[in-house]
C-alpha cells in the first residue's frame, strides 16, 4: 500500500532567473515533491494510520497510527487492526496528530524477529549512533526529517502525564535533559542545543533483558526540515 523508497526524495528547485529581465508577476517556484506513501491507500486499509516512519540504517519503515478512542489499542493489533503481539507503531491521544507538539512521543515493541521498534537498540552502539543521525516522518502532504540527537535508557514514566508542556520552562528544562541525558546507558551529540521553539519526536521501546523491565529505550530526534508534497 505504499510506495517506498530508502531515500527522500529531493525537492525540485526552479533555477533563478536574470533578474533583470525577470517578470515580476511570474509565480513563485513549485518547491513541492512527490510523497512515496500512498496515504490514500492506507486510509483505506485502516483510517487510523496518519504518518509513515523511516529510519534510514534500520528495519524501521512502518505506518503510524493512532486509534481514536483507546491509547493501548495497538499494542495488541497491527496496522491491519488484526489481534497481533507485535502491534503497530503508535503514539496516543495526549498528541496532535500534524507533529505540532514540543513533544511527540511514538511507541513500538521490541520484537525478538527485529520488527517495529526492535532496531531502534542499534543507537544504542556508539559507532552506529555516530554514523546515523537522521529519521524521516511522512504525512498527507509532508515530509519531516529530524536530526538524532541523542539515545539513552530511560525509566517508564509515562512522559506526556508526567511534563506539562505547554509550560515554555518545562519544556525548556525537559529539552536540556533530552539533549544531555544523565543515564547509564546513552549516547549524545554535544553539539546539540534546543530552543523552546524546536518540536522533538521521542520513539520509545522496550529493553530486551528482563532486569530492565521497567526501563525504556528512547531515541530523540529534532525536526530540522519540513518538506511540502504532492
Known amino acids: ?42 486510509k483505506l486499509e485502516n ?19 493512532q486509534h481514536i478512542n483507546d491509547d493501548y489499542y495497538y499494542l495488541t493489533h497491527n496496522r491491519y487492526n488484526q489481534a497481533s503481539p507485535e502491534g503497530a ?35 544504542g552502539n556508539e559507532e552506529f549512533f ?30 506526556l502525564n508526567s511534563f506539562d508542556f505547554k509550560k515554555p520552562n518545562v519544556v525548556l528544562d525537559y529539552f536540556a535533559f533530552v539533549a544531555q541525558p544523565d543515564s547509564l546507558l546513552v549516547n549524545a551529540r554535544p553539539d546539540t542545543k534546543l530552543t523552546v521553539s524546536d518540536k522533538i519526536v521521542q520513539l520509545s521501546t522496550c529493553m530486551s533483558d528482563p532486569l530492565q523491565a521497567n526501563s525504556r529505550f528512547l531515541v530523540n530526534g529534532v525536526l530540522i526540515d519540513d518538506q511540502p508534497t504532492y
Not at 483510517?47 to 497510527?65: E, L, R, S
Not at 554514523?131 to 512522559?159: K, V
Open 89 to 123: 507503531i503508535y503514539s496516543q491521544m495526549a498528541n496532535n496528530t500534524d507533529f505540532s507538539d514540543p513533544v511527540t512521543i511514538l511507541y513500538g515493541h521490541n520484537n525478538i524477529n527485529e520488527a517495529m521498534f526492535s532496531t531502534l537498540h542499534y543507537f
Open 47 to 65: 483510517q487510523d494510520i496518519y504518518a509513515w516512519i523511516y529510519i534510514p540504517g534500520t528495519k524501521v519503515n512502518h505506518p503510524v497510527v
Open 1 to 42: 500500500a505504499a510506495k517506498q523508497t530508502q531515500d527522500t526524495p529531493l525537492p525540485v528547485v526552479e533555477q533563478p532567473s536574470d533578474a533583470a529581465g525577470a517578470d515580476q508577476t511570474d509565480p513563485q517556484p513549485d518547491l513541492r515533491v512527490d510523497n512515496p506513501i500512498d496515504f490514500p491507500a492506507l
Open 130 to 159: 555516530a554514523a546515523n543521525d537522521t529519521f524521516y516522518i511522512y504525512t498527507p502532504g509532508r515530509i519531516l526529517t529530524y536530526r538524532i540527537f541523542s539515545a539513552y535508557l530511560y525509566d517508564d514514566r509515562h512522559i
